[in-house]
């Protein structure tokens, strides 16, 4: 029962992207889109090229972002300025869901590989802006990305979180491992379950399952 595993969790970690909002909500189809022209005027490729670097360089470094560093010394800040300017009309208020957040036991943060002020304009749109005690973007990483173990330690390290009362709720399969491996509690949040030893739980409907473990 999901209520029972959750009964030592006082600390919540919740990515944002296709996390606190749906994914069919769409809003990274503009970031996706962004990321292209940036990489189109910035490395002077084709169109087709930069969809397939930006693809590529998310699942080998993790980000689109990191990729760009690496291998091509991409200063992040203007990068991350240009792809999150972005329309929030798709966003739709949630009270449940901040209802939900708010009566959580201890505390509650969001720890997402954009930036804080992206994060709070999204959370601005849900209304849920005002119930995270922090909000973690990939500048508090020192722009390492998760997946990476290092961009863990820096955030939770900067947090004081406490591992074995945390539970972090996460779109991308891949970045709950080394939640896992940390002691934390872990909810892979997507349409279709994915089977790793190191999820917990699968939920597509965040909501509910708040719901669940609440009652």
Do not use: C
């Not at 209520?3 to 069919?24: C, G, I, K, M, R």
């Not at 849920?128 to 863990?152: N, S, T």
């Amino acid at each position: 029962m999901p209520q029972n595993a959750f009964s030592h969790v006082n600390e919540w970690v919740f990515d944002l992207d296709n996390t606190l909002y749906p994914p069919e909500m769409r809003l990274f189809d503009q970031i996706e889109m962004k990321m292209r022209s940036y990489m189109v005027d910035t490395l002077g490729i084709d169109d087709t090229e930069a969809n397939h670097l930006r693809k590529h360089y998310w699942e080998v470094h993790g980000t689109t972002l990191a990729g760009l560093m690496r291998e091509h010394g991409i200063e992040p800040d203007p990068f991350l300025t240009a792809v999150h300017d972005i329309s929030f009309e798709a966003l739709q208020p949630d009270p449940d869901l901040a209802s939900l957040i708010k009566n959580l036991p201890g505390r509650s943060i969001v720890y997402t590989n954009g930036t804080k002020p992206y994060a709070e304009q999204v959370l601005a749109a849900r209304g849920l802006d005002g119930l995270f005690d922090a909000i973690y973007g990939i500048e508090h990483a020192d722009y390492l990305p998760k997946p990476e173990r290092g961009a863990f330690d820096r955030v939770f390290g900067q947090d004081g979180l406490t591992h074995k009362n945390a539970a972090m709720f996460e779109d991308e399969v891949r970045n709950l491992e080394v939640p896992h491996a940390m002691g934390l509690r872990t909810v892979h949040v997507a349409p279709e379950p994915i089977g790793h030893d190191y999820v917990h739980f699968h939920t597509y409907d965040l909501t509910a399952f708040l719901h669940q473990i609440s009652t």
